[in-house]
């Protein structure tokens, strides 16, 4: 029976001050990321009903197929519920047997209700009047479950349009926040630890395109970190949330460092190097901001002043989304994200080659400048953004430049 009917998914998106043509961009824009990530799926379309996405499958797709869509979706930024269910036929009959089937679908509840919809006044029976029919018709189908109007457990949605009946019951939350692609485009320091790939999926989350750039501590380490940086790319690219990153061979530069700069700023040295490279990239690739995982007081680079004196080193915005957030919390999504296992893999990155035994952690910008003055940095930056490898992952609205611009 259920075989018979088209399944679909609806996607739900509730973003506050989502108003005149900022709606129709948002709306177009989840569209086509949701196209890109779903094109190995058995889709016919996908379309607008009445102020949420409808994605239909094709006929015959089975309920493990259906369930994986759904999985996928739920991890889409700007999708913020998602509710599975059937099309069928404008008939009160068939609609309350695909409504029991839909129910039957959904995993343990005790208590539902009908929430019915008409949006053409062409069907004859009102909105009332399905909920009534269809409610009786599941109390009959399954007699050891409750109606509840307050809060109930899940709630049967039936929508009538103009050709057609869509009956959905099992339903997930979404991701929320903003389709990648509304918000602009952001740099990535993304190292192969925990907390940089969670920074750069917030920034995802609220609709930013995001580009890594990783510092490999090549050819004075193994590249063992450009391959977790690549499986952690994947996993990010799977909800659409990574468009490209760059991988940068660092090592022969921060040996320079080392020989130059005095043990303690070393680490403050190699930062600002890495913030400068960034910002070129992200001049090179029209990025508004940069983004890293640092929290405040987690390791010596990461204290007030320190920050300070890498922050001096560029003028772009410097964001860090976890700034105020406690490892276990960001160990938390990590794993929620699908990185944390990767993460937790040990490999030599620039973090640690050249490590001095006592970094400084309250750095003073002028002992920093002045250690600086010795080094041809600006050179530097210029070779090392040149020479940065990109690797392109899938992401819907990102159209990566055709040349290499080094002006
Ligand atoms: P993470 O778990 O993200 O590596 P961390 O707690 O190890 O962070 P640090 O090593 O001090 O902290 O790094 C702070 C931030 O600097 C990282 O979150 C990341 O944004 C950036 N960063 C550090 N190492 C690298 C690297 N090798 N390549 C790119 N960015 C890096
Ligand atoms: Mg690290």
Known sequence: MTEQHQRICLVHYHEIGLKGRNRANFETRLLKNIEAILAAYPIVTIHRISGRLCVFLKEGTSRATALEVTDRLRTIPGVARVSCGFKCERDLQIMGDVAVNALAECEAFETFKVQARRNHTDFETNSMDMNQIIGARLCEAFPEKGVRMKNPDITVGV??????????????????????????????LLSSGIDSPVALWRLARRGAECIGVHFSGRPQTADTSEYLVDDIAHVLEASGCIARVY????????????????????????????????????RRERAGALVTGESLGQVASQTLDNIRVTDASVDIPVFRPLIGTDKLDIIDDAQRLGTFEISSQDAPDCCTLFMPRNPETHAKLDDVLAAEADLPIDEWVREIADAAEPHDYKCASYKPRKRKVSE
């Open 159 to 188: 929508e009538v349009v103009q050709n057609a009946a869509y009956i959905y019951a099992r339903s997930i939350r979404g991701v929320g926040g903003l389709p990648v692609g509304c918000s602009g485009r952001v740099v990535c």
């Open 247 to 282: 991988i940068v061979a660092f090592g022969d530069y921060q040996k320079e460092i080392m020989l130059k700069v005095p043990p303690s700023l070393r680490v403050i040295m190699y930062r600002r190097l890495m913030f400068k490279v960034a910002e070129e990239i992200a």
